[in-house]
């Protein structure tokens, strides 16, 4: 059994940036695929971003190029820095994690962290 707690959600201004956090607990941290999704009020969940254990890394088009997602097995931690935050990615975002990179993609990890709250203001 995995535990995910994600950390370094809040309020930032259009523009700006947050390094997300997801710290694992049990399970071999190392060899999952991790992911982060969002779901903003009102909408579905969505995918965000994904690294597998061999740090293959897949975007959603609507980050690429502004988010960075990476991992530190040795911390058992996945990173997401946010830069260039607009509006739209106000959302609740959540870490999750499965043993295969496919559950990830297709949004059925086997853990889901609590998430964190991140809002971007204008």
């Known amino acids: 059994q995995v535990q995910l707690v994600e950390s370094g959600g809040g309020l930032v201004q259009v523009g700006g940036s947050l390094r997300l956090s997801c710290a694992a607990s049990?399970?071999?941290?190392?060899?999952?695929?991790v992911g982060w999704f969002r779901q903003a009020a009102g909408k579905e969940r969505e995918f965000v971003a994904a690294i597998s254990w061999s740090e293959d890394i897949y975007y959603a088009a609507y980050v690429k190029g502004r988010f960075t997602i990476s991992r530190d097995n040795a911390k058992n931690t996945v990173a997401m820095q946010m830069n260039s935050l607009k509006p739209e990615d106000t959302a609740f975002y959540y870490c999750a994690a499965s043993v295969t990179n496919r559950a990830i993609r297709m949004g059925r990890p086997d853990y889901w962290g609590k998430g964190t709250q991140v809002t971007v203001s204008s």
């Open positions: 049990g399970g071999t941290f190392s060899s999952y695929a």
